[in-house]
């Protein structure tokens, strides 16, 4: 079971993002700050939800919440200043964006750029652990897979309607025969195996 808080004395927002380990595409985050009473028995980490539901349950979270915002970071600013620090750039830019600023903060992962004065809690699989961060990473993924399809059908042959920008076999094979679109991360390497041989496009 999910809980509510991870501390009881400030206002708490929980921070996820989605999008972190795909070769395409933007890093998106999310900030959302639910009642201090806030139950839900389907909510979870969003990995472990289909995809019609983690919709059903976006709706209930923007109705739900008392504050949430999305935001991301593109591929260009990814490969400036790579994805670590993209991921935590896409959250602070979420935190700025909520009409009421938290008091406190819980993080998804175990390592966080400290936003402005705001204290913070790093908590590991915290998508699995508390509802706010739940929330965040449904919010996150849900926002991130709708502007992967909106993309897809620029470039059909990555098949992004489908794999998101995630490294599948197929979107490898794609980048091997047809190269780099705008929206790829030049950071990333890319291998596809072939009879036993390993293909690399840098």
């Not at 349950?57 to 490969?79: F, G, H, K, P, Q």
């Not at 935590?88 to 009421?100: P, S």
């Not at 490898?172 to 291998?191: A, D, E, M």
Request: aromatic content about 8%; some cysteine.
């Amino acid at each position: 079971m999910l809980l509510a808080r991870y501390q009881h004395e400030l206002l708490e927002a929980g921070c996820d993002e989605a999008g972190r380990g795909c070769l395409a595409g933007p890093v998106f985050a999310a900030a959302v700050i639910l009642p201090h009473d806030f139950d839900h028995e389907l909510l979870n980490d969003s990995k472990q939800i289909a995809e019609n539901l983690r919709y059903a349950l976006r709706a209930e979270i923007e109705e739900r919440a008392i504050a949430y915002a999305v935001a991301s970071v593109d591929n260009l600013e990814i490969d400036e200043i790579n994805i670590l620090n993209a991921s935590f750039l896409a959250m602070h830019r979420a935190i700025e964006k909520l009409h009421l600023q938290p008091q406190f903060l819980i993080i998804d992962g175990n390592r966080f750029n400290k936003h402005a004065t705001i204290p913070h809690a790093c908590v590991v699989q915290g998508d699995g652990k508390y509802f706010s961060i739940a929330a965040a990473s449904i919010l996150a993924k849900t926002y991130r897979d709708d502007y992967m399809k909106k993309i897809a059908a620029e470039h059909p042959e990555y098949d992004w309607h489908n794999n998101k920008g995630y490294g599948t076999l197929k979107h490898r094979q794609s980048i091997l025969k047809n190269g780099y679109t705008p929206y790829h991360r030049r950071s990333f390497n890319v291998s596809v195996e072939t009879d036993g041989v390993i293909i690399q496009v840098l």
